[in-house]
């Protein structure tokens, strides 16, 4: 097995290719990813599609809302940047990688069919849930207790997060990175809680985290973070 840190694609290589693109996933696999993170929201139809903002504009120029929309008009704007079906990424990469989905403004009308996708395509063990809506997974949790989930905080919601705090369902944390420290690392290790921290695309930077005792990066850029290897422990010193 190797010792190197596990790289979870954030939306793709998307420090190179536009972001949840076909281009994107596939460049992020080709350099080294161990997973995908895949942002979902519903169109006007309810089919759930992969896109970060609640609009277009940042990523295709057009200001109207993704929900909004219905999925054939979005796959109708003849952008290289449209929203892909979430069932047609699942369906392409399910054999080649393991997924981690963040849902976006996630709501009970339908974010439980996120886990109907992952089950129709028995996905079980190959796939997490984060979220920076925590009520939203314990809702999921309650639907689901089978599922991995992952809380995630904020920029400013990641100094000094109280480990104490993090709900009960939770096998990991998504801080940002810079709020990672050695107490929090070893917080979470004594309530057996991975620490995934987001969004950390520069080798010094990825280097400080895996010293912590980090085993697994969100990154926009997978091949900085693939050929890693986590630092040999420090011995002590003699008395």
Known sequence: MSDRPTVIAHRGASGYAREHTLAAYDL?????????????????????????????????????RVDELPAAALSALGHPAAPLP???????????????IDLKDPHPDWELRVVEAIDARAL??????????????????RRAPWLPLAPLYRRAQSIGIHVRDVPAFAHAIGPCHIGVDAALVEAARARRLAVRPWTVDFPDEAERLLGLGIRALITNRPDVVAGMTPPAPRLAAAA
Do not use: N
């Open 124 to 141: 079980r063990g190959r796939v997490e849930l984060q979220s920076f809506d925590h009520g939203a997974l314990a809702r999921v949790h």
């Open 86 to 100: 979430l069932r047609a990424v699942l369906d392409r990469y399910a054999a080649r990688t393991r997924f981690v």
């Open 28 to 64: 992020a696999l080709a350099q080294g990813a161990d997973a995908l993170e895949l942002d979902v929201r519903p169109a006007a139809d309810g089919e759930l599609v992969l896109v970060h903002d609640p609009t277009l504009e940042r990523t295709t120029g057009d200001p109207r």
